[in-house]
């Protein structure tokens, strides 16, 4: 994606938890969002954040944002076997009619 | 209902067919996308419809041609594909296009194979 860093890889033990971290350079970012992609699937939407919020919490998932660092992560609490999947964090910008996607994070599960 | 449907799920196609992709919302958005996947790459934008009007179209070649019949449908129509093109082609919708995005929905995308 233009700008929108992920690392590649992480791996942790079913219940830990995860943290999946994102770094973009556009301040003029509205909404961001985190996908996560299966093996052969589409993109299912995991949550977003308004770009003016700090924090979103649901469930297991909990998005934090630092406008000031263009830093955001998604935490997964309790993480399972079903969560290994690729993870994508993207944002829109003013202006732009497009999602700009990171490189994908792809987490693996170890039993 | 938050879906976006897409068929076929699989699509093997030689390179002097023509065959076409479709998607399907019933959420009432009034956007929609596609995007093309190759693997363990993030989706790259192909075309966006905003109120059935072609909006963006980033220099997809003239092989792929897209179709909007009406707000909850999107079609892609492929004409003399080239190996390279086999990718998963997803459709995605939103409420509206513009700045101002809330959520936006992936269908499960399209796997072509072209040979």
């Known amino acids: 994606g233009e700008d929108v860093e ?17 770094t973009y350079t556009d301040s003029s970012s509205t909404y961001l969002y985190w996908y996560k992609q299966e093996p052969g699937a589409g993109l299912q939407l995991l949550t977003y954040i308004f770009s003016n919020m700090d924090m979103k919490q649901d469930q297991r998932l909990t998005v934090l944002l630092n406008k000031k660092d263009k830093h955001l992560s998604l935490r997964i609490a309790d993480t399972q076997t079903g969560d290994s999947a690729i993870y994508f964090c993207a944002e829109s910008r003013t202006g732009a009619n497009n999602l700009f996607f990171g490189t ?5 599960v170890i039993p | 209902d938050t879906e976006v449907t897409q068929t076929p799920k699989h699509l093997v196609m030689g390179m002097t067919n023509k065959k076409s992709l479709k998607c399907e919302q019933h959420m009432g958005h009034r956007a929609m996308y596609w995007y093309k996947q190759k693997a363990k790459k993030p989706p ?3 075309f966006v419809y905003s109120y059935e009007k072609l909006s963006i179209n980033e220099s997809v070649p003239s092989r792929f041609s897209p179709e909007c019949p009406n707000s909850s449908l999107l079609n892609l129509h492929l004409h003399a594909l080239q190996p390279e093109d086999s990718a998963l082609y997803l459709c995605a919708s939103s409420p509206r296009g513009g700045p101002a ?12 194979t072209v040979v």
Do not use: P, Y
Not at chain 2, 101 to 112: C, D, M, P, S
């Open chain 1, 6 to 22: 992920q690392s590649l890889f992480l791996s942790v033990r079913e219940g830990d938890s995860s943290v999946i971290n994102c």
């Open chain 2, 44 to 46: 790259e934008l192909m």
């Open chain 2, 101 to 112: 995005w809330t959520e936006a929905f992936f269908g499960q995308g399209t796997r072509l």
């Open chain 1, 104 to 108: 994908g994070t792809r987490l693996t």
